[in-house]
């Protein structure tokens, strides 16, 4: 019981939410993370059409999980996708792009 305790406690929706943070950064920043250049994102501005409206996001992607497989290579699920695989070609790290999950989470 003290380990759901320490995982449901205040110190980690702190994390949570400054991981978001930083994740909003990234994505908003037009050297990294370039997620504008294609989404519309609120928040954000100038976005692009190319992709679909970041929104609702968790409600559509429960599963963390496939959206760091959707930002890691998108194309092992989508071959034809104009989405870049930006895990696959280094061009975010692990790190970055589990923090872009966090803040698309809670969009």
């Known amino acids: 019981m ?3 305790i320490a995982v449901t406690s205040p110190f980690g929706a ?3 939410q400054s991981n978001a943070a930083e994740g909003q950064k990234i994505a908003f920043d037009r050297a990294k993370g370039n997620c504008l250049s294609c989404h519309q ?3 954000g501005d100038f976005p692009g059409t190319i992709g679909p409206a970041l929104k609702d996001i968790k409600s559509k992607y429960p ?3 496939d959206l760091i497989a959707i930002l890691t290579d ?3 699920r ?13 061009i975010l ?3 970055e792009i589990d923090a872009i999950v966090d803040f698309l989470q809670t969009l």
């Open 2 to 4: 003290a380990l759901l």
């Open 14 to 16: 702190a994390h949570a």
């Open 41 to 43: 994102i609120k928040g």
């Open 63 to 65: 599963d963390r999980n």
């Open 74 to 76: 998108e194309t092992r």
């Open 78 to 90: 989508n071959p034809l996708t104009a989405m870049p695989p930006f895990g696959r070609n280094h």
């Open 93 to 95: 790290t692990e790190q």
